[in-house]
């Protein structure tokens, strides 16, 4: 196998944008993939090189965070994922700058994902928008599309259960009890008929995916089950079990067509022995893999070396021994797209090329991470991968340099500044790459923004179907808009910019150091409806610095925040619009109120109705009270939800001038009222709550105000006319007094930095403490301990000074009974020497040879241990003769058995005869 030498392209995404490229989850139910501009781009095919896209599955965290610094994200690892089937491509416009080598790039499939807490995440690239499909709260172990119905993806989950959802709907089609005796960790579906193979350790099951039926089990007694799937025509089964055996049946009949035994692979035996515990304790994920085409079989389940059948000649074609894989396990192996190239993955998470039909090598993907499993696109242009030291993300990059290694590459960009991410590099080495790694020549090109809302509506031919004058008569009408499309129509009016990027930069930034408490200071019964508050305010104050003192801001976002629930987005440019336009002038003296404001609505109230205002001066209520009070919070402590409402439907149809005319409106409608009350503290509880009022008469007595009120008065001639904010980039607010803003910022800094400080020391100090108390117990503990241990070292030594001396009492007490034993042992086998001498010497005289011979082995006996070779013998000779003699006496006795058995048939015989001639004699 020729290995090329091979370069990490470090350059080659330099380009990408960390903040576009890069999705994270959290907690969304859908959202978009990429932002306009870098979509294009990626669906228009100029992003070719790197990593297309890195989907985080990590929401920010509930901890403490300082200043700057983001809080710690929760991250759950995913646990597979799958592209789906070939399906209708939309082909771009062609472009006379684009090479035939190069085609245009259009991924007309969707991927699925799945995590350990059981969500299923489907992305579609064509709409750019992902969503949630489902959450099993069971995490899943194999993932795959249907090839029949391609909006169903197939899921089987880690409680042996397999489950079925339709991705656009998001409903459950099926959920199967749990058949499989294992965790099931492969799924294959027939390409053309509604079939579907799940695979376990011990069996592999045959689904009917049209009734979600079980057909047929196949299993082995001998050997576990490694992996079953289809053929790409659709006429076989394959099946390879752990003893190396590869079984091909056919579908209908599954009558065996090929067979592949363990001895056609050479040293895969004892590789395989010597890698047992290796392979049990890997997680597998592919065995064998077959080409498109269906020519090449390819098989890495037993060792390291991947083994290359031609299904056409039934023969094995190669044996590629990887050396870089050499003590490693093949944990996953699958063919790119239509190509007889085949990506080869190690369990430590190195991923390889290699081409399978003329057994080289081709490149490696490379990058800041390892691979944990991957899955490559129909057509084999894209790899999605999870990577192995970090579960949680799952990145996409091209497969162009291993695809068309000698095709020249060319990298377009859109004219935006971008900063390259260092965790997002993810490169192609080949040796071919690295002929062509010349500087690419950039083209820049151009592209138009999305139009917004409001844009859309005004591009049409007829623009009178909706316009401000048509609503203002809708609204005068009806009184409201209706409360269906109050969103969009306040959406139309106040012309929202829809600056994603811009919302989005803020958003990043996390929760403003001042917003930390809020849920302290304000507790809202809906969490969500916090966490929208913090993020609103949050962007507001990062945006200008004035909003990080006012505290009257909630007051102001709160409405907004709870109508724009689920578009917080247009939620944000809606409140940053009002306070642009209706809040004009209001902190030119900040801290301090509008005086501007108040001074023009207290020359109204002395236009139309002297006698009041000059009531409220004999009792010294100022503008402050009666009309500072209700304006700063935009209204939402005078009004319940419903008037409010109805209120901002005519105070965003009208300039932002109008607003003064319903704030003099609505004190000359409590005229009377006003004019009882002498006491101050009841004119501020007036304005501070909610009255009784007609909001109806109120807005007619503004609208006839805003008509009769003389231009000099006119708070339209003060006040600048409706501007929306700026396409692209949000607006800078600055205006108020910025020494006095800035030195509030430095002195709440200050306060948070002392604060901070103030904790840590007490923090510190707390813990020296506890510290101190802790050594003050463990001197105390030790000293008694150490008491403690005195005295009982003191007791094991007389313990063991009194057990030394029973031990000596005791061994001399054994000392003396062992003599007195060996001396009484002694006595009598003197006194039975002596009874045995005596005893030979009485034998008679026939007898003596024998007694001389006894004698002297009884000496040979006393000099030395006796000779248990010789008694053997004599025993083994004494038994033989006994077997001989019992031998003997067994034959006399069957041969007089047998004598007796002849006398006692001639007897038979002789008295047969002798009755035979007794009967012929009668």
């Known amino acids: 196998m020729r290995t090329g030498d091979t370069l990490t392209d470090a350059g080659a995404v330099a380009s990408a944008s960390a903040a576009s490229r890069t999705l994270l989850l959290g907690d969304s139910r859908s959202g978009q993939i990429w932002r306009p501009l870098e979509w294009k781009k990626v669906m228009a095919g100029y992003t070719r090189r790197g990593t297309l896209l890195r989907i985080c599955n990590s929401s920010k965290g509930t901890g403490t965070e300082s200043r700057g610094v983001p809080a710690p994200l929760r991250s759950v690892p995913f646990a597979c994922v799958a592209f789906s089937r070939e399906m209708a491509a939309i082909p771009p416009e062609p472009e006379p700058q684009q090479s035939h080598a190069d085609p245009p790039a259009f991924y007309s499939y969707v991927l699925c994902a799945s995590d350990q807490r059981g969500h299923i995440f489907a992305a579609d690239f064509v709409q750019n928008r992902f969503w949630v499909v489902a959450r099993t709260g069971v995490a899943a172990t194999a993932i795959c599309f249907n090839a029949v119905r391609r909006r169903e993806v197939i899921v089987a989950l880690a409680d042996r259960s397999i489950q079925c959802y339709n991705i656009d709907n998001c409903q459950l089609i099926?959920?199967?009890?749990p058949m499989h005796m294992a965790t099931p960790h492969h799924i294959s579906v027939h390409p053309t008929r509604p079939l579907a193979i799940t695979t376990s350790n011990t069996e592999a099951i045959l689904w009917d995916t049209e009734d979600w039926e079980r057909k047929r089990v196949m299993t082995s007694p001998t050997a576990r089950v490694q992996q079953a799937s289809f053929s790409h025509d659709g006429v076989s089964i394959i099946a390879a079990f752990e003893d190396g055996s590869i079984f091909f049946w056919t579908i209908d009949t599954f009558s065996l067509q090929w067979k592949i035994t363990l001895d056609q692979m050479s040293d895969a035996a004892s590789d395989a022995e010597t890698n047992v515990?290796?392979?049990l304790a890997s997680n597998r994920l592919s065995y064998f893999a077959l080409s498109q085409n269906g020519e090449l079989f390819v098989y890495g389940g037993i060792s390291s070396t991947v083994y290359v059948w031609n299904m056409v000649e039934r023969r094995l074609l190669h044996e590629i021994l990887i050396p870089a894989f050499r003590e490693m396990i093949i944990v996953q192996i699958a063919f790119v797209g239509s190509s007889s190239i085949l990506a080869v993955l190690a369990n430590s998470g190195h991923l390889i090329f290699i081409d399978a039909a003329e057994a080289r090598y081709v490149g490696q993907l490379q990058g800041m991470h390892l691979f944990h499993s991957f899955s490559i696109s129909p057509e084999g242009s894209v790899l999605a991968s999870v990577l192995l030291d970090a579960k949680h993300i799952t990145s996409l990059v091209r497969l162009d340099p291993i695809m068309?290694?000698?095709?020249?590459?060319?990298?377009?960009?859109?004219?935006?500044p971008e900063t390259a991410p260092r965790d997002q590099a993810a490169n192609l080495t080949t040796h071919q790459f690295q002929r062509a790694s010349r500087r690419d020549k950039r083209v820049t090109v151009t592209a138009e923004q999305p139009k917004t809302f409001y844009e859309l509506i005004e591009s049409k031919q007829e623009t009178s179907l909706l316009n401000r004058q048509k609503l203002a008569r809708f609204l005068s009408h009806y009184g409201e808009y209706s409360p269906q499309y109050r969103t969009l129509v306040w959406r139309f009016l106040l012309k929202l910019p829809e600056n994603r990027a811009g919302y989005e930069a803020l958003l990043d930034q996390g929760v403003h150091p001042v917003f930390k408490d809020f849920r302290k200071r304000f507790p809202l019964r809906s969490d969500r409806a916090a966490k929208s508050m913090e993020r609103v305010l949050s962007c507001l104050a990062f945006w200008s610095p004035i909003f990080e003192n006012l505290e009257y801001l909630p007051s102001m976002v709160f409405p907004f925040v709870m109508l724009f629930s689920n578009d917080m987005f247009s939620g944000f440019e809606v409140a940053m619009t009002v306070i642009i336009n209706w809040c004009q002038k209001w902190w030119d003296y900040y801290p301090n109120p509008p005086i501007d404001c108040l001074d023009m609505t207290e020359d109204m109230i002395a236009y139309h109705d002297p006698e009041l205002l000059a009531h409220f001066v004999k009792y010294k209520v100022t503008s402050q009270v009666y009309a500072w009070s209700m304006m700063k919070t935009l209204f939402t402590e005078q009004f319940s939800r419903p008037d409010w409402l109805r209120l901002w439907d005519h105070l965003l149809t009208q300039p932002p001038s109008f607003m003064y005319h319903f704030v003099v409106a609505y004190i000359l409608a409590f005229r009377a009222a006003l004019l009882e009350t002498t006491k101050l503290s009841d004119f501020k509880y007036f304005f501070c709550r909610r009255n009784a009022s007609n909001l109806t008469r109120i807005l007619k007595e503004a609208y006839r105000l805003q008509s009769v009120t003389p231009t000099s008065l006119a708070p339209s001639t003060f006040l600048a006319p409706f501007t929306p904010c700026?396409?692209?980039?949000?607006?800078?607010?600055?205006?108020?007094p910025e020494f006095i803003v800035n030195y509030q910022s430095q002195m709440r800094d200050k306060i948070r930095s002392d604060e901070a400080e103030y904790v840590r020391k007490r923090r510190v100090a707390d813990e020296m403490a506890r510290l101190t108390e802790e050594l003050r117990r463990d001197k105390k503990a030790w000293e008694s301990a150490d008491w403690k241990m005195d005295q009982m070292i003191e007791r094991w030594w007389e313990q063991m000074m009194g057990e030394e001396d029973l031990r000596e009492q005791s061994k001399s007490k054994m000392d003396a009974l062992e003599k007195e034993k060996r001396i009484s042992a002694m006595q009598q086998?003197?006194?039975?020497?002596?009874?045995?001498?005596?005893?030979?010497?009485?034998?008679?005289?026939?007898?003596?040879?024998?007694i001389s011979r006894a004698v002297g082995r009884n000496r040979r006996t006393r000099d030395q241990a006796q000779n248990h070779e010789e008694l053997e013998r004599a025993f083994q000779a004494i038994e033989t003769e006994w077997l001989q003699r019992r031998d003997e006496m067994v034959r006399m006795r069957n041969e007089l058995s047998s004598l007796q058995q002849s006398h006692a048939q001639k007897l038979v015989d002789h008295s047969l005869d002798m009755g035979q001639a007794a009967g012929e004699a009668q």
Not at 404 to 416: G, K, L
Not at 726 to 736: A, D, S
């Open 174 to 177: 099926a959920k199967l009890p």
């Open 277 to 279: 515990a290796q392979l």
């Open 404 to 416: 068309r290694p000698s095709a020249p590459m060319q990298e377009r960009d859109i004219t935006e």
């Open 726 to 736: 700026l396409r692209g980039e949000y607006p800078i607010f600055n205006k108020y």
């Open 829 to 850: 086998i003197s006194d039975a020497r002596r009874a045995f001498v005596d005893q030979q010497a009485n034998t008679t005289e026939q007898h003596i040879s024998n």
